[in-house]
């Protein structure tokens, strides 16, 4: 789980700097996120910061009391300059460094996933979301995805074989190519090699009766005459 790497002071330390985009524009008028009345600028800011969404906050700092002076947009698109002159006086002003993820929103992401901001969605949505590596999905990057796999072995086997057969080639592709089946392409190697050469890495799966065994190459297939360069994966065993 990511949070336990956090520090105490991570659940506040979210400041990132903000720089002035537009000066003495109008209200906003239209995506506005929140609206609240500062005596400080630094707490429009702050305000913003809080929001994964904002884009950036407009901000006037001679106002009338109880009157919204802090504006906070998820959008960079305003006509900032559409109204009379009275109405101006504001001041934009925009994020100029990504967001960080607070250490309390931390998702408890599974298999190597970390925990990103995802604003796609829009407002409303949870922005804090797991970022899963090849082979892994679902909320928390706790489901192993079952590769899709043009074998006619494989097929008829529980989707588990598979996903330990992914697991234990350590490849996270969910989508393997097949480049030679002997009851397709024919018994040749030279047929094989055409197929499979400067290929990596491959699987191979073999089927006698009931057993089902193979090899998986790091390397490539290197043609049939430099079969002395071929390396296996160190360590490797006889899938079964």
């Given at each position: 789980m990511e949070q336990k790497h956090c520090m105490p002071e991570d659940y506040t330390n979210v400041a990132i700097p903000f720089r002035l985009l537009y000066g003495?524009?109008?209200h906003l008028t239209n995506n506005i996120l929140s609206e609240a009345t500062y005596d400080f600028q630094n707490h429009c800011a702050m305000k913003c910061l809080q929001y994964?969404?904002?884009?950036?906050?407009?901000?006037?700092k001679k106002h009338q009391k109880k009157t919204p002076n802090c504006q906070l947009t998820h959008t960079l698109d305003h006509n900032f300059h559409d109204c009379n002159a009275d109405d101006k006086g504001w001041i934009f002003y925009h994020p100029v460094a990504p967001r960080k993820v607070p250490c309390h929103k931390m998702k408890n992401c599974k298999n190597g996933g970390k925990t990103i901001i995802y604003l796609k969605d829009g407002p409303g949505s949870d922005p804090y979301r797991c970022e899963c590596p090849k082979g892994f999905?679902?909320?928390?990057?706790?489901?192993?995805?079952?590769?899709?796999?043009?074998?006619?072995?494989?097929?008829?086997?529980?989707?588990?074989?598979?996903k330990n057969l992914t697991l234990w080639t350590e490849n996270r592709s969910t989508n393997w190519k097949l480049c030679w089946r002997a009851t397709k392409h024919?018994?040749?190697?030279?047929?094989?090699?055409?197929?499979?050469?400067?290929?990596?890495?491959?699987?191979?799966?073999?089927?006698?009766?009931?057993?089902?065994?193979?090899?998986?190459?790091?390397?490539?297939?290197?043609?049939?005459?430099?079969?002395?360069?071929?390396?296996?994966?160190k360590n490797t065993r006889v899938v079964a």
């Open positions: 003495d524009v109008c994964p969404f904002c884009a950036g906050y407009n901000f006037k999905g679902g909320d928390f990057c706790q489901i192993v995805l079952t590769p899709s796999v043009d074998s006619v072995i494989l097929s008829g086997e529980p989707a588990d074989f598979l024919g018994w040749a190697a030279s047929t094989f090699h055409a197929n499979c050469d400067y290929k990596k890495p491959t699987v191979t799966i073999i089927k006698v009766g009931n057993f089902i065994f193979g090899g998986y190459a790091t390397k490539s297939w290197e043609g049939e005459t430099k079969f002395s360069t071929f390396l296996n994966k």
